[in-house]
């Protein structure tokens, strides 16, 4: 009997050994892995499935891209201009920018504890009470997997509305004629190219990150030197400042401001996406949560200051709201309206637009996995547990996330109220899913003697840092869910809150429907004549692999 196993009867009070009915589904990957990297798969008691191609700077840039920034926020900053003013942007993204570094490092505590692909589905079934973790980890895979493809949707199709607004602005003839299909058309180009680089690229995924990467400083930089070089009528420093103004008819200013601040929240979506990636990340325990971590800061940290000079070079709101191009790139006639130049203001916001393309192919690739990671819990049918051999992937989660996207955006052509709809939820329901593990971590996970904080881990703060994190998400998801205006109607209405309803609803019944019985959360992979810190094909139930990790360490050091 291996030594493996022997590990797992020493916790078999906790544990019921099953033999796995899959054991063909998917082999496990012939490599040489790292021992923080075995001690990581037996955290989770997961079997090595990838090959670790990425690494620290791989999860670095894809959570660069996905979570954009200046991009994202540059996207939607006339919302905050319009609800609240400068000040509802200005202190709005400080509030941000403080609260969210609390949140991404709990996630990244977390994910220095489970390396998961299943992230923020696994980290809840570790922590929740053994009576609901069946029901907590199937609602919170739910969350993440429908945010993830809702982000790569909106995407998709902000990139290609931009596409269609440099159209309308390099050819004014054009602007007079342009038809929301020739949006979806552009769209369904760059969904194929997001399934195509998914599914017989993946490689590519570290190249095409990194150079994203590179243009998210090198544009922030250009973006900067070119506003305070060719704005000539600056606003004044009260303006940017202290201007408030609520032109959204809440009669409630503090709620006038709390739904301006949600502009800011853009900056800082899918701050987990790298996480999905963990188990084929070298030394995912480290580098992962490093990579999480340090980039929110750096982003809150250095977005500021893009922020402060926007506001001093927007020019006139009215003016430039008034262009029918700002329906599409509002922040394409600030930069002509600097410039002078068509041609100059295209190339300024194209330096954004490439890290949108990434996030949303980032998007893809993190839902996929999130859904692979489930089905091999036995979540969903068979197929959907496979990893194509040669290219390293779950092409049928990534063809079952590709299709639903796809007929989405169709929705675009006929009725626009209707595809915001749709999709504005997709920042509520990544909140929600953060805050379900994190609260759980922090009422009770904390204090279990079970779990080992990982490698990277908030130290004597932790709690205060999860509290912070915790009560933030609960409180910007409720105002993610207010419509903008007031009174709302049925073209201003925020769908959110009913997207997030009805998921939730088909979620449960799913669950009761076909997975309860059958699905039980992660199981842990017991090895067969392997070595400790290897995993094998025979699976079991589990409530808690922590000790399982710490027992691997232990002999990997005696080693």
């Not at 022997?6 to 544990?15: G, N, P, R, T, V």
């Not at 933030?472 to 809150?497: H, Q, R």
């Not at 997030?500 to 019985?517: D, H, Q």
């Not at 199981?523 to 409530?543: N, Q, R, S, W, Y």
């Amino acid at each position: 009997m291996s030594t493996s196993i022997a590990l797992a009867m020493d916790l078999s009070a906790e544990f019921e050994i099953r033999a796995s009915r899959d054991d063909d589904v998917t082999k496990p990957t012939k490599t040489d892995l790292s021992l923080d990297d075995q001690a990581g798969l037996m955290a989770i008691g997961k079997k090595p499935v990838f090959e670790r191609k990425f690494n620290f700077w791989t999860a670095l840039c894809i959570t660069a891209c996905a979570t954009g920034a200046w991009e994202g926020i540059g996207a939607a900053i006339f919302q905050a201009l319009k609800v609240g003013g400068p000040v509802a942007l200005v202190w709005g993204y400080v509030i941000c920018a403080v609260t969210m570094i609390c949140v991404a490092a709990s996630l990244a505590e977390l994910a220095s504890i489970w390396p998961s692909s299943g992230a923020q589905y696994h980290w809840t079934a570790e922590l929740a009470p053994k009576r609901l973790r069946a029901e907590l980890s199937w609602l919170v895979g739910w969350l993440a997997f429908t945010g993830a493809g809702s982000a790569t949707i909106l995407c998709g199709m902000g990139v290609s509305m931009q596409i269609q607004a440099f159209a309308m602005i390099a050819n004014p003839d054009y602007a007079e004629t342009a038809q929301r299909w020739h949006v979806y058309m552009i769209y369904l180009v760059i969904s194929a190219i997001y399934f195509s680089v998914n599914t017989f690229g993946v490689r590519l995924i570290h190249p095409l990150n990194a150079f994203g990467g590179f243009l998210h400083i090198f544009g922030y930089l250009v973006i900067i030197i070119t506003l305070a070089i060719t704005t000539k009528d600056k606003h004044t420093a009260k303006y940017v400042f202290t201007d408030f103004s609520n032109n959204s008819g809440w009669p409630s200013s503090f709620v006038a401001f709390c739904v301006g601040m949600m502009t800011s929240m853009n900056g800082f979506p899918s701050i987990e996406i790298a996480a999905h990636f963990a188990e084929e990340i070298k030394h995912a325990s480290r580098s992962l949560p490093r990579a999480m971590f340090w980039t929110v800061c750096l982003n809150a940290v250095f977005i500021f200051p893009w922020i402060i000079l926007v506001l001093y070079c927007i020019g006139d709101l009215n003016e430039v709201l008034a262009d029918p191009v700002a329906l599409l790139s509002p922040l394409t006639i600030v930069f002509k309206n600097a410039t002078g130049s068509t041609a100059g203001s295209i190339c300024l916001n194209s330096l954004g637009i490439y890290a949108g393309f990434m996030g949303g192919l980032d998007s893809l690739g993190s839902c996929a996995r999130s859904i692979w990671a489930m089905s091999r819990d036995e979540a969903f049918p068979e197929r959907f547990r496979r990893v194509h051999p040669k290219l390293q992937v779950p092409v049928w989660c990534i063809i079952a996330v590709s299709i639903p996207q796809t007929l989405i955006g169709i929705i675009y052509i006929w009725n626009t109220t209707a595809f915001y709809g749709v999709t504005s939820a997709a920042l509520a329901l990544l909140t929600i899913s953060y805050s379900i593990p994190i609260g759980l971590f922090l009422f009770s996970g904390r204090r279990n003697p079970n779990i080992m904080l990982g490698e990277w881990n908030c130290g004597r703060l932790g709690y205060f840092i999860n509290t912070v994190a915790f009560f933030w998400l609960i409180f910007i998801s409720i105002f993610l869910c207010f419509p903008i205006y007031y009174p709302a109607n049925v073209k201003s209405m925020n769908y959110a809150s009913l997207i997030i309803g009805s998921l939730s609803m088909v979620s449960l019944a799913t669950y009761f429907l076909y997975a309860r019985g059958r699905f039980n959360g992660p199981v842990v992979e017991i090895c067969l004549g392997m070595d400790p810190a290897e995993v094998g094909p025979t699976k079991e139930k589990a409530t808690s692999t922590s000790k399982v990790a710490q027992m691997a360490e232990k002999k990997a050091d005696e080693k």
